[in-house]
């Protein structure tokens, strides 16, 4: 059985880590200021720990990208929950809440976004991923790293492909998929 992944490219990914980071540069400052300015013991000690936690997880982080060039690491994700943390310990849920929500949001959008093209059907990697049949075709193509995808209701979808982790050759692709159009 013949599969084909295609990875696509995700030109945004420094965007979302630089969204990131101002988020968790501004939780921290706020971290700051309420241990200056609380005078409720547990809130200071849930910010001071909070700043703490963001403090190390952003020093890992940063020396990790410096020295190893390691763009993979988890650090900075284990900073935005700690900020999740931190404010569920001093008692602002709906504060954790969003920090949560937008942590799993940068989580989800620096995912590798892989287009699974199989005899039985096309795996997309949208948020859920969704599922087309070849049915719903009228064509799909893989041209100079370009990958088009036709549907039958006149929609279609083009994205580049990331070349350096997409080992697909395009004659191979293009013939599988006539195959399966044509069944």
């Given at each position: 059985?013949?599969?084909?992944?295609?990875?696509?490219?995700?030109?945004?990914?420094?965007?979302?880590?630089?969204?990131?980071?101002?988020?968790i540069?501004?939780?921290?400052?706020?971290?700051?200021?309420?241990?200056?300015?609380?005078?409720?013991?547990?809130?200071?000690?849930?910010?001071?720990g909070?700043?703490?936690?963001?403090?190390?997880?952003?020093?890992?982080?940063?020396?990790?990208?410096?020295?190893?060039?390691?763009?993979?690491?988890?650090?900075?994700?284990?900073?935005?929950?700690?900020?999740?943390?931190?404010?569920?310990?001093?008692?602002?849920?709906?504060?954790?809440?969003?920090?949560?929500?937008?942590?799993?949001?940068?989580?989800?959008?620096k995912?590798?976004?892989?287009?699974?093209?199989?005899?039985?059907?096309?795996?997309?990697?949208?948020?859920?991923?969704?599922?087309?049949?070849?049915?719903?075709?009228?064509?799909?193509?893989?041209?100079?790293?370009?990958?088009?995808?036709?549907?039958?209701?006149?929609?279609?979808?083009?994205?580049?492909?990331?070349?350096?982790?997409?080992?697909?050759?395009?004659?191979?692709?293009n013939?599988?998929?006539?195959?399966?159009?044509?069944?």
């Amino acid at each position: 059985m013949e599969k084909f992944e295609i990875t696509l490219k995700n030109d945004k990914i420094k965007q979302y880590d630089r969204l990131a980071l101002f988020i968790i540069i501004i939780n921290f400052a706020l971290f700051l200021y309420i241990a200056f300015t609380t005078n409720i013991r547990t809130t200071r000690l849930g910010a001071i720990g909070g700043a703490i936690l963001i403090s190390i997880a952003l020093g890992i982080d940063y020396f990790l990208r410096s020295t190893k060039n390691n763009s993979g690491s988890p650090y900075r994700i284990a900073a935005e929950f700690a900020i999740s943390m931190a404010w569920v310990n001093m008692g602002y849920w709906w504060i954790a809440a969003v920090c949560f929500l937008l942590s799993i949001l940068h989580t989800a959008a620096k995912r590798p976004l892989q287009v699974i093209v199989e005899k039985g059907k096309i795996t997309y990697p949208s948020l859920p991923k969704k599922n087309i049949d070849w049915s719903a075709l009228s064509n799909i193509i893989l041209k100079d790293g370009l990958l088009t995808i036709n549907f039958k209701n006149d929609k279609f979808i083009q994205q580049f492909a990331d070349e350096t982790k997409t080992a697909a050759n395009e004659q191979e692709f293009n013939d599988f998929c006539r195959q399966q159009l044509n069944k």
